[in-house]
């Protein structure tokens, strides 16, 4: 039985399960230590081992400390080394999958990030809190206003006026008056932690080159810029833009088979929110050609004719993913002339 060669490492919050096989792949570890003996243990190893894990929130910085003890790390994704687990579940078993999933040969492995990756990443999390918690809590003002005849229109802009119409309003409870109240300092105290969190985001968005040269695609602004920059891993391992679409999910699923090719709605694989903004930012593009406020390029305004809005938002939302990668990897920065001039769009009913 020689030394381990390969060894996964099954993590939680305070119990890590081992499991290593010996170059002729024979099993030498089953081990399970806690959280502060991990490091400990491969820092004792008389050679230097090749780590697995499955990527999820802690295993990036794990990655880096074994590779700072001179340890080589993978990252794998969840749903890969799931297919190697045999029967059942439980630590053992799944620590043993997934050293059967990180010697596959075609395996693919997620880029361990860095520490300031991760920080730029928290600022971009930190602020799709803060504004998902601002669309909570109006809808939950808007829905107690309704419950005593009181209804605004859609809009930000209409909580102001309808707060300051459920204090002027006679024979509304004063205790209803209260919690009103208490729900306007609640909304205008998260108003103030936005504001700073946008300042802080624009900021580091400014300073970011990469980012900057992203912002010049038509449909992306600072916002889709700055989480393109931040979330896409080394573009270089994308063989071609189309890959790095996929990687996004803005490419259809393939039911193929037996020879026929049936393609289906997009995977919506990858990280929903960056899906998510080139979609809107792409919707935002649509919306200006149609309005004329700005002429559509001669792809787009054929792509009009025969779809939905919609459909050609997440057509359109594939193009700008890769030109993104072409501008990612050439280190050029938006070239519109070298798009054929626009035309304009047909009438719309």
């Not at 209409?158 to 009103?180: D, N, V, Y």
Request: charged share 25%; glycine share 8%; net charge positive.
């Amino acid at each position: 039985m020689g030394h381990a060669t390969r060894i996964f490492i099954d993590t939680s919050k305070n119990l890590f399960q081992l499991h290593g096989v010996d170059a002729d792949e024979q099993v030498v570890v089953r081990k399970r230590l806690r959280r502060g003996q991990v490091l400990e243990y491969f820092a004792r190893l008389s050679a230097p081992v090749t780590v697995g894990l499955e990527a999820c929130g802690g295993a990036h910085y794990w990655a880096r400390q074994l590779v700072k003890l001179g340890h080589e790390a993978k990252l794998i994704a969840p749903q890969h080394v799931k297919a190697y687990v045999k029967r059942g579940k439980n630590d053992a078993r799944d620590a043993e999958a997934g050293c059967e999933a990180m010697s596959r040969p075609t395996m693919r492995f997620v880029p361990i990030k860095d520490e300031a990756r991760q920080a730029a990443q928290m600022l971009s999390g930190v602020r799709q809190r803060l504004l998902r918690e601002r669309t909570r809590l109006t809808n939950e003002i808007r829905g107690y206003a309704s419950e005593f005849g009181l209804v605004a229109a859609k809009g930000l802009d209409k909580i102001e006026p309808l707060l300051a119409s459920l204090a002027a309003a006679e024979g509304l409870p004063a205790l209803a008056k209260e919690q009103f109240a208490e729900l306007g300092k609640e909304l205008a105290g998260l108003e103030t932690q936005i504001e700073k969190a946008e300042r802080r985001f624009l900021a580091h968005q400014r300073q970011d080159e990469l980012s900057r040269r992203l912002e010049t695609i038509p449909g992306v602004g600072p916002v889709g810029a700055m989480m393109l920059s931040t979330k896409t891993p080394d573009p270089h391992l994308f063989k071609c833009g189309r890959d790095f679409a996929a990687w996004m999910g803005l490419t259809p699923k393939d039911h193929s088979t037996a020879g026929k090719v049936r393609l289906g709605v997009i995977t919506r694989a990858g990280d929903e929110d960056l899906r998510a903004v080139l979609v809107s930012g792409a919707m935002s593009v649509i919306q200006h050609a149609q309005a004329g406020r700005s002429p559509p390029t001669p792809w787009l305004a054929e792509l009009l004719r025969h779809k939905k809005p919609k459909e050609a938002a997440i057509a359109l939302a594939n193009k700008t993913a890769r030109i993104a990668w072409k501008l990612m990897v050439s280190g050029q920065a938006y070239q519109a002339e070298l798009h054929a001039q626009a035309t304009p769009l047909p009438a719309v009913a």
